[in-house]
T-cell receptor, first 114, second 113 residues
Framework: KQEVTQIPAALSVPEGENLVLNCSFT??????LQWFRQDPGKGLTSLLL???SQREQTSGRLNASLDKSSGRSTLYIAASQPGDSATYLC?????????????WGAGTKLIIKP | DAGITQSPRYKITETGRQVTLMCHQT?????MFWYRQDLGHGLRLIYY???????DKGEVPDGYVVSRSKTENFPLTLESATRSQTSVYFC????????????FGAGTRLSVL
């Protein structure tokens, strides 16, 4: 059974630092992996989607990498800002046939201190 | 307004009562989903729908009922609410099931006393 883990559960860093959030999964046979952002009292917003054939995706200050063989993905945030404070979740899609059935990590709560 | 909306945003009910959470999307997306999110856990899929009149169980369907008579609406009903169903419920939609990005509503925080 696929399991997704995000460590640490919470992270606090000063503004301006570059940081890395981690996501690990137990079964390397995934269809894709997504990173989401969740703000308090709001829904989730998809940040980046990496297909299983890709190694990384970039959007602005965000870069997500995928290493299927080791069951790991990282979300790199450059030059962090207080507005980046949120909970970040990763989710894997296990197969193409059931790729809508996302398996979720519990998230990393990120606080950027001004 | 375009997007996906959930109502109510907050709900308090008592054990044994029936509760219906509403979800409406304006994109005509084929797929819609209901998740619950509990502290310390990731989201768990309750039910999903591939199209109007087509629904299927997710990971944690017990105690819940869904229907989808129209493409844009996907209500979730708790037939007899229990304390274990206290949670935050999210509705989502996607254009297709083929790895497309899912778009989420703002959530409904449900407390069962």
């Amino acid at each position: 059974k696929q399991e997704v883990t995000q460590i640490p559960a919470a992270l606090s860093v000063p503004e301006g630092e570059n940081l890395v959030l981690n996501c690990s999964f137990t079964d390397s046979a995934i269809y894709n992996l997504q990173w989401f952002r969740q703000d308090p009292g709001k829904g989730l917003t998809s940040l980046l989607l990496i297909q299983s054939s890709q190694r990384e995706q970039t959007s602005g200050r965000l870069n997500a990498s995928l290493d299927k063989s080791s069951g790991r993905s990282t979300l790199y945030i450059a030059a962090s800002q207080p507005g980046d404070s949120a909970t970040y979740l990763c989710a894997v899609s296990p197969t193409r046939d059931s790729n809508y059935q996302l398996i979720w990590g519990a998230g990393t709560k990120l606080i950027i201190k001004p | 307004d375009a997007g996906i909306t959930q109502s109510p945003r907050y709900k308090i009910t008592e054990t044994g009562r029936q509760v219906t959470l509403m979800c409406h999307q304006t994109w005509s997306h084929s797929y819609m989903f209901w998740y619950r999110q509990d502290l310390g856990h990731g989201l768990r899929l309750i039910y999903y729908s591939a199209a109007a009149d087509i629904t299927d169980k997710g990971e944690v369907p017990d105690g819940y009922v869904v229907s989808r008579s129209k493409t844009e609406n996907f209500p979730l009903t708790l037939e007899s609410a229990t304390r274990s169903q206290t949670s935050v419920y999210f509705c989502a939609s996607s254009e297709s099931g083929d790895g497309n990005i899912q778009y989420f509503g703002a959530g409904t925080r449900l407390s069962v006393l």
